[in-house]
């Protein structure tokens, strides 16, 4: 499966995209939590709400292009996207 990343996201993995192999019947919280373990408290701290295995509202992480809840089910050749928030005027 691909991990696509982009901000603070992209500078703390070292890559805008990488490789995972996840084993079967894992879910979008194996995933993450995955990543977590690879890229340290940082990372997790920006990505998860403080004491909680929460997405932060404002983060969006997308399967296949859409939003997914952390239960979601992964297959192989699935595309994770990890933004952080995007500001502009």
């Known amino acids: 499966m691909k991990v696509r990343s982009w901000g603070v996201f992209q500078e ?4 805008r995209e990488l490789e995972v192999n996840i084993p079967g019947r894992a879910k979008l919280g194996d ?8 890229y340290g ?5 920006e990505l998860f709400q403080p004491g909680k295995w929460e ?5 969006k992480v997308l399967l296949n292009g859409h939003g997914a809840e952390l239960k979601a089910r992964l297959s192989e050749g699935d595309v994770v996207a990890i933004f952080p928030p995007v500001g502009g005027g």
């Open 55 to 59: 997405v932060k509202p404002y983060i």
């Open 41 to 45: 408290p940082k990372f997790k701290g």
């Open 12 to 15: 703390l993995m070292g890559e």
């Open 31 to 38: 995933l993450l939590e995955e990543l977590t373990k690879r």
